[in-house]
């Protein structure tokens, strides 16, 4: 597959480039300083910032689907959101359908009334509502759709085994590492048990 990347700099992000490469998908991946990026022959990286349409527009042009990985770097970021708002349409431009993104577990529907979500939305408040409003513009959008909310993330080795759901209820001792959820979410590049819904991921 040809795949479109966004947040290839970051933790999880590395892995899912890494992962699709080793893997033997082409893809295309979108950094503000690409020389942060893998090299690779079957990388083609593109400079830009995740809000500038044409950039965008042309990390997508050409893909079978399109998986990100956007997360704030600094407090008040709302770069998930802003992301979201121009990734959407430039699929939709490209007729580009299959959306695989990472938000957070205690965003919308995962918002379960227990200690874990009330801690963790307030000490990372910025980024919780950076991705209900990423989460939001996905939902309304056409796009076959996958929503990831990873447990703690850790700098873990892959293992691959891990659970998945909707109902999962997460805790203080839920991990995974950045290694098991991209290998998920390229996993889900050839399934459809989860589209058009948002799954938690716990080791």
């Not at 080793?22 to 593109?46: F, I």
């Amino acid at each position: 597959m040809h795949l479109a990347v966004f947040g290839g700099t970051g933790h999880t992000g590395r892995h899912l480039l890494e992962q699709a490469l080793q893997q033997g998908h082409t893809v295309t991946a979108l950094a503000r300083d690409p020389s942060r990026l893998t090299v690779h022959e079957r990388l083609q990286p593109v400079a830009g910032d995740v809000r500038d349409t044409e950039a965008v527009k042309q990390v997508v042009a050409g893909s079978d689907a399109v998986l990100s990985a956007l997360g704030q770097r600094r407090w008040g970021s709302t770069v998930c959101t802003d992301g979201m708002r121009t990734v959407l349409p430039a699929m939709d431009a490209h007729g580009v359908h299959r959306l695989v993104a990472v938000s957070g577990y205690g965003v919308a529907d995962s918002r379960h009334r227990n200690l874990y979500v009330a801690v963790t939305r307030v000490t990372i408040r910025s980024l919780m509502r950076d991705k209900e409003g990423m989460e939001d513009l996905i939902r309304a959008s056409g796009t076959a759709w996958t929503i990831v909310r990873p447990a703690v993330l850790t700098d873990g080795p892959f293992t691959g085994r891990y659970r998945t759901g909707s109902d999962l209820r997460l805790t203080f001792a839920s991990k995974v590492s950045f290694a098991d959820v991209a290998d998920f979410m390229l996993a889900q590049l050839t399934q459809d048990d989860f589209v058009h819904r948002a799954v938690s991921i716990t080791s």
